[in-house]
């Protein structure tokens, strides 16, 4: 007969089960904390420490690893971009930086803006032990390896999510319809064996290799990332934006507040409406098709336009509520 506490964690599994098989709509997520950066202190020298702090934000808003050396000496007075600072009981600098400064020290040098809203990745990570027993890294355990991704990921602002459950069959050619059903835009999958990981990052656009540390994987996809999604921080340009499905006054407001959300986007202008179908004059940082590629990240306004050709100057899309 199973005991009361047995019939408990069986009827757990089994909610854990279903949930990790109902599909999420995907989604970006929004970062609120690019701009924020936790720092130690090393042998109280406050002033090295705001120093690597503003390192750490230049690389997560452009996206560009080289960005400290690319902006040299600007680097050198970083108490005038702070916004907020404190140190805590164990001497930890927390400081929060003026996002509108540090935004236009980026675009003096040249280096691209990755915005706030950023693709949502599923690590689906594979561990081989010595004795060759191989298990998955699931979202309700803690783990060292998780640990060290979730720094990783922090330090580069890429949202991670893990499964629920042990993946089953999952293999390249199926990677991203698991990430769908988690809410997430790609699969990070990792196969750990003998201290090396073999990463294979899949997306919409194919998939991509490289082998090394647990880092290195999280590395791979940001770079990817800001290459798709960091636009030039001085490149303004319009684009017209033509929504149908807007029955109401709620998708409306809905559609409207997304547009100018978007960090991309410095203004929204209605310009036409027509039945169901509205038209939007947009200044966005970058062009066409890097807002295109921003808005398939979410899953509420979905692409009418041919995926493989060029983005123009207008993009059309339907409202999904």
């Known amino acids: 007969m199973i005991g009361t506490r047995a019939l408990l964690r069986r009827l757990s599994l089994c909610v854990t089960w279903i949930l990790a098989t109902i599909a999420?709509?995907?989604?970006?997520?929004?970062?609120?904390?690019?701009?924020?950066a936790d720092q130690p202190v090393l042998n109280n020298a406050r002033d090295a420490a705001f120093v690597e702090a503003l390192k750490t934000v230049v690389i997560r808003v452009s996206?560009?690893?080289?960005?400290?050396?690319?902006?040299?000496?600007?680097?050198?007075?970083?108490?005038?971009?702070?916004?907020?600072?404190?140190?805590?009981v164990?001497?930890?600098?927390?400081?929060?930086?003026?996002?509108?400064?540090?935004?236009?020290?980026?675009?003096?040098?040249?280096?691209?803006?990755?915005?706030?809203?950023?693709?949502?990745?599923?690590?689906?990570?594979?561990?081989?032990e010595p004795d060759g027993y191989a298990h998955w890294i699931t979202g309700d355990q803690p783990n060292a390896q998780k640990d060290v991704l979730g720094r990783a990921a922090r330090a580069r602002g890429l949202p991670l999510k893990w499964p629920a459950v042990d993946p089953q069959g999952i293999g390249e050619s199926n990677a991203l319809e698991e990430a769908e059903r988690y809410?997430?835009?790609?699969?990070?999958?990792?196969?750990?064996?003998?201290?090396?990981?073999?990463?294979?990052?899949?997306?919409?656009?194919?998939?991509?290799?490289?082998?090394?540390?647990?880092?290195d994987g999280v590395h791979m996809a940001a770079d990817t990332f800001a290459r798709v999604f960091a636009a030039s921080g001085s490149s303004l340009g319009n684009?017209?934006?033509?929504?149908?499905?807007?029955?109401?006054?709620?998708?409306?407001?809905?559609?409207?507040?997304?547009l100018e959300?978007?960090?991309?986007?410095?203004?929204v202008a209605l310009e036409q409406v027509s039945g169901d179908t509205m038209r939007f004059k947009l200044a966005v940082r970058g062009d066409a098709a890097t807002l295109r590629r921003a808005i398939a990240l979410d899953s509420r306004?979905?692409?009418q336009?041919?995926?493989?050709?060029?983005?123009?100057?207008r993009l059309t899309f339907r409202y999904r509520p």
């Open 63 to 88: 996206g560009q690893r080289d960005a400290p050396e690319r902006l040299g000496a600007a680097l050198n007075d970083p108490r005038k971009y702070v916004q907020r600072f404190g140190f805590t």
């Open 24 to 36: 999420t709509p995907v989604g970006a997520v929004t970062l609120s904390d690019l701009y924020e």
């Open 239 to 258: 684009v017209l934006v033509e929504v149908s499905g807007i029955g109401d006054l709620d998708a409306y407001a809905s559609t409207l507040n997304y």
């Open 90 to 128: 164990d001497n930890v600098l927390q400081v929060g930086f003026d996002s509108v400064s540090v935004d236009r020290m980026l675009q003096e040098a040249g280096l691209p803006i990755w915005g706030r809203e950023r693709p949502a990745t599923l690590v689906l990570l594979n561990v081989i």
């Open 261 to 267: 959300g978007m960090t991309l986007v410095r203004s």
């Open 301 to 303: 306004l979905v692409s």
């Open 183 to 215: 809410g997430a835009n790609a699969a990070l999958l990792g196969r750990v064996q003998g201290g090396m990981v073999r990463w294979t990052l899949v997306t919409v656009d194919g998939a991509s290799q490289i082998s090394g540390g647990l880092d």
């Open 305 to 313: 336009d041919d995926q493989t050709a060029p983005a123009g100057e």
